[in-house]
């Protein structure tokens, strides 16, 4: 089953809490704090496997979750950090946010182009910290800890795109498939019918010194770009091809079409699709030579496609054009001409990849983007009036630092309130209008505000 699309959703591993402990030893009165740090819970990342073709594996199961971090004990003894989730996928794979709820996908992750690339897209929770972390010259003794950091979780998608070299495009029964198999050793199904191809082929060619992987996308039809026919759900593996080969039945199929309506139809369904095909580099090719009474709509298709090489270079007849501007005449079905078209595909596809190659090299790194844009986000938190007296304070950060505290523990609630005024949540509070004794709401609990004046007497000491 070739499966190219899906939504999961994946949750990093939770920290381990930290620990509360004191040393006991014989001989040894008045023993300091020695409680050990919870591990770090380990992190989901989608990593590119070259020896993947599709996202079958994600087909029937949707949840993933890493592992947890162990508990710190007594006698500085730290936990465990949890093991990393890795989610193989195959090279060519886009990895963006995605809203179950809205069904709308958000942010661009990751675009994993390599053999084994990789980012992570929900890291894991961080370990709490033991009470050693909080002795300071006035508080000698905390009897407190830090509970682990829950991990980020959410929904992420998974859209592969072929990494072809150039893909060949045409209408259903075009010799699409006929033209693959004899370049390649790939095997696809041939008939004489529409749709006979219902999944993208990959064939690797060669040609002299030259290789290319070309890609038999499904027949398109009119208004594919908009969901009719098979061209929605594969007219994206086209986008990362170099090279567009574009195949004209020169005899019209079955249906008796005007081959010269289907090479403008293919044309436009393209560039409605995604503006950039338009320009695209492209060769066109009129199939099936060998069926008799194709010369005339042969030479009227070598006149359009001259024209159209000559109007995308700007109207200069000498200036570089996106389209080649010498028509391809094969068949298929004999072979006549197939071999000096592939030695062009070839040639072409070389000349792409040269000049792509200086540009891949200042190509940025998406998990680097990625974690900055991430761990904004993550500090980012808002205030909300509820009431006249009553506020609510949202963000990811703020929440992770309430779920941490211990709030069986007065010594761990004040560490909370100096935390909170630390990031600037006093502040925003004050901005908003906040009095002494109004009702702050995080998650679900309820906070008097007292300017946090108490937990700055308490700890002013303290350095995190």
């Keep these: 089953m070739f ?13 381990g809490a930290g620990c509360m402990s004191f040393r006991r030893e014989a001989h040894v009165p008045k023993g300091g704090p020695d409680g050990g740090d919870g591990g770090h819970g380990g992190d989901v990342v989608v990593q590119a496997d070259a020896s993947l073709s599709s996202l079958i594996d994600y087909r029937f199961k949707h949840h993933f979750k890493a592992q947890r971090g162990t508990h710190g004990k007594g006698s500085k003894m730290h936990g465990a950090r949890g093991e990393d989730l890795v989610l193989k996928v195959p090279v060519g794979t886009v990895v963006r946010e995605y809203d179950e709820e809205t069904k709308e996908t958000g942010e661009t992750i990751a675009d994993l182009v390599r053999d084994g690339q990789k980012v992570i897209v929900m890291p894991g929770g961080m370990g709490g910290r033991g009470n050693t972390h909080f002795v300071t010259p006035t508080r000698r003794a905390p009897a407190f800890a830090e509970l682990g950091e829950p991990a980020q979780e959410g929904w992420i998608q998974l859209e592969m795109k072929l990494m072809a070299d150039a893909a060949l495009v045409g209408m259903p029964s075009a010799g699409k498939s006929s033209f693959i198999a004899k370049i390649s050793a790939a095997r696809p199904k041939i008939g004489n019918y529409p749709f006979t191809t219902l999944v993208p082929n990959l064939g690797v060619a060669v040609s002299g010194d030259y290789s290319f992987v070309a890609a038999d996308v499904p027949g398109l039809i009119e208004g594919a770009h908009e969901g009719r026919g098979l061209g929605h759900e594969f007219l994206r593996h086209i986008e990362r091809t170099a090279l ?7 005899t019209g199929d079955w249906e008796g079409r005007d081959p010269l309506n289907d090479y403008d139809i293919i044309n436009r369904e393209l560039a409605l699709y995604a503006d950039e095909l338009a320009n695209r580099p492209r060769i066109v090719v009129a199939n099936k030579i060998d069926v008799p009474g194709t010369e005339e709509v042969c030479e009227k298709l070598a006149a359009k496609v001259r024209e159209d090489s000559i109007a995308a270079a700007g109207g200069d007849e000498f200036a570089d054009s996106p389209i080649d501007p010498k028509l391809y005449r094969i068949s298929a079905l004999t072979g006549e001409g197939v071999e000096g078209l592939k030695a062009a595909i070839a040639i072409k596809v070389h000349e792409l990849r040269e000049a792509a190659r200086a540009e891949r090299a200042a190509e940025e790194e998406f998990d680097y983007v990625w974690e900055h844009r991430r761990q904004t986000r993550d500090a980012a938190f808002e205030i909300v009036r509820l009431s006249r007296h009553v506020f609510r304070v949202v963000g990811p950060r703020v929440e992770r630092m309430v779920v941490q505290t211990d709030f069986e523990n007065e010594e761990a609630i004040a ?6 005024k630390r990031i600037g949540v006093d502040r925003a509070l004050d901005e908003a209008g906040a009095c002494d004794g109004d009702e702050i709401h995080i998650m679900g609990y309820a906070f008097d505000y007292e300017s946090a004046r108490m937990a700055e007497d308490i700890f002013a000491e303290l350095d995190e």
């Design 415 to 420: 560490y909370l309130q100096h935390r909170l």
């Design 3 to 15: 499966v190219d699309k899906v939504n999961i959703f994946v949750k990093g591993g939770d920290g």
């Design 244 to 250: 567009i080969v574009h195949i004209v039945d020169l």
